[in-house]
């Protein structure tokens, strides 16, 4: 069993900067690829980048790539989400999901696969607005 809670989100203007973090617990935490998700008002939850078990691996939508940021430390059970050069766009809520990354990239081909994923946190607001 793994628990995840997501953290770092709030207000931030055009351009700015969020570090997000995705806290989980469980021993078997380290076992499991990480991505995080995001759902905007009125919108499907999609994909936004998702990191192996040991880091090697990381994917991107590429709507995010070069400004957005995913990194893990297992020894604290955590992982983030660095976002940079942040757009009005990027307003939504942030949800981590822990599953195999197979599955987690999966999700940027059949977007509605997102619901098949094994451990969810309940998400943190992101907003950007001047």
């Known amino acids: 069993q793994v628990q995840l809670v997501e953290s770092g989100g709030g207000l931030v203007q055009p351009g700015g900067s969020l570090r997000l973090s995705c806290a989980a617990s469980?021993?078997?935490?380290?076992?499991?690829?990480v991505g995080w998700f995001r759902q905007a008002q009125g919108k499907e939850r999609e994909f936004v980048a998702a990191?192996?078990?040991?880091?090697?691996?990381?994917y991107y939508e590429d709507y995010v790539k070069e400004r957005f940021t995913i990194s893990r430390d297992n020894a604290k059970n955590t992982v983030y989400l660095q976002m940079n050069s942040l757009k009005p766009e990027d307003t939504a809520v942030y949800y981590c999901?822990?599953?195999?990354?197979?599955?987690?990239?999966?999700?940027?081909?059949?977007?509605?696969?997102?619901?098949?994923?094994?451990?969810w946190g309940k998400g943190t607001l992101v907003t950007v607005s001047s």
């Open positions: 999901a822990a599953d195999s990354f197979v599955r987690l990239v999966h999700t940027t081909v059949v977007a509605s696969a997102w619901v098949e994923l094994e451990y």
């Open positions: 469980g021993r078997s935490f380290a076992n499991y690829a």
């Open positions: 990191i192996s078990w040991s880091g090697s691996s990381t």
